[in-house]
């Protein structure tokens, strides 16, 4: 194996993981704002079972949108990096588009806050560390031999 294919894998891998991630924040923060928390669950111990099925399916969402999106982007940076010279058009559209894509979400973020900003920001946290975990999963499978 040659230098350059180790370290367009090795791109495309970091790519995947990061994509990954960015992808299940934004279903997190779109999640939210159609009052789906990760945090459901947390803020009582008796909740009712709709708000638990409500919290399980957003943290099931945020792994397979990791997944998935990390496993397109790994794939798609190795393809354009191994035939970069012919897409260099549509790699300018696809990043403008993603910044695009990324505003919105972000707009969406700043709308409101819960009234318990801690078990909110716990669940944040370990949420973007499982989308980390998963988004590297799906990468990995991406950039395998």
């Known amino acids: 194996m040659t ?5 367009v894998r090795l791109l495309a891998f970091a790519t995947g993981i ?3 991630t960015l992808a299940a ?3 997190q923060i779109y999640l939210a ?14 909740v009712t ?3 638990q099925t409500r ?3 957003a943290w099931w969402t945020m792994a397979l949108v990791a997944l998935v999106i990390g496993y397109i982007a790994a794939a798609m940076t190795q ?16 990043g403008a588009a993603i910044v695009a894509a990324l505003a919105v979400i972000g ?12 078990a909110q920001v716990g669940a944040s946290l370990l949420g973007a560390i499982f989308a980390m975990s998963t988004a590297s999963i799906g990468a990995g499978f991406s950039t395998r031999n």
């Open 3 to 7: 230098q350059e294919l180790i370290a």
């Open 18 to 20: 990061i994509a990954g």
């Open 25 to 27: 924040l934004a279903a």
């Open 33 to 46: 704002h159609i009052d789906i928390e990760l945090a459901t669950a947390w803020r009582d111990l008796f």
């Open 49 to 51: 079972w709709k708000a």
């Open 55 to 57: 919290s399980a399916f």
């Open 79 to 94: 393809f354009m990096m191994l035939h970069w010279w012919p897409l260099r058009v549509l790699r300018w559209i696809v």
């Open 107 to 118: 707009h969406d973020a700043g709308a409101g806050g819960t009234p318990d900003a801690g």
